[in-house]
Each structure stands twice: as C-alpha cells, then as structure tokens.
C-alpha cells in the first residue's frame, strides 16, 4: 500500500518561506502524476501545483506562479512545494496526492499539513 506522509508546514511571516515535503513509501511513483493541493477554511480544494513524477510540463495554479515550485528527488521518493513570498492568503491545510497512470482523477493523498501565513 502507498502512503504519502507530508512535512514541512508551520507558521510564517508574510514574504518568508516553507519548503513542504511529501514522501512516498511503499513503492515509487515513477507513472505518476504528483500534486500539490491546498484548502483554507470555507473555501473547495485548490490544485496549486503538479508535475509528472519522470518529469514534463509542470503545472501552476496562476495565484502561485513565480513563487511556489513543485520539484522531486528520485533517490529518495520525495516531492517538495518550495513556496516563496508568502502571503496571507496562503493559509490553507495542504495536502500532497498522486494521480496513477490509469486514473482519472487524483487517487492518493496525505493528511495534509498546516500552512498559517501572519500578516
């Protein structure tokens, strides 16, 4: 069974920096599709970021664009969310999730992970 675990959230200042990770065990996800999703409190999920995990045209919400990129290390199984310029309207719970090659939508997820931006 594969389980995505993500890291990295926590409280920032506006205009800091987090580097979220998502490591995957179980098996490698080298068909993959890997996404970055966020969701703030009484809003719908938001696809931020996505990437196929054997590389390819990488996507970006346009609300991120220029400050967060999605990125993997193969050695380790891992897929990071580097986000720049923070702002308070990145607060959300985010989440980490892998679509499988014959999916039609994203089929795993992680518990997700606190990201609180102060202004």
């Known amino acids: 069974q594969v389980q995505l675990v993500e890291s990295g959230g926590g409280l920032v200042q506006a205009g800091g920096s987090l580097r979220l990770s998502c490591a995957a065990s179980g098996r490698t996800l080298s068909s993959y599709i890997m996404g970055w999703f966020r969701q703030a409190p009484g809003k719908e999920r938001e696809r931020v970021a996505a990437k196929p995990w054997s590389g390819g045209n990488t996507y970006y919400a346009d609300s991120v664009k220029g400050r967060f990129t999605i990125s993997r290390d193969y050695a380790k199984n891992t897929v990071y969310l580097q986000m720049n310029s923070l702002k308070p309207e990145d607060t959300a719970v985010y989440y980490c999730?892998?679509?499988?090659?014959?999916?039609?939508?994203?089929?795993?997820w992680g518990q997700g992970t606190q990201v609180t931006v102060s202004s």
């Open positions: 999730a892998a679509k499988s090659p014959l999916a039609d939508k994203y089929n795993l």
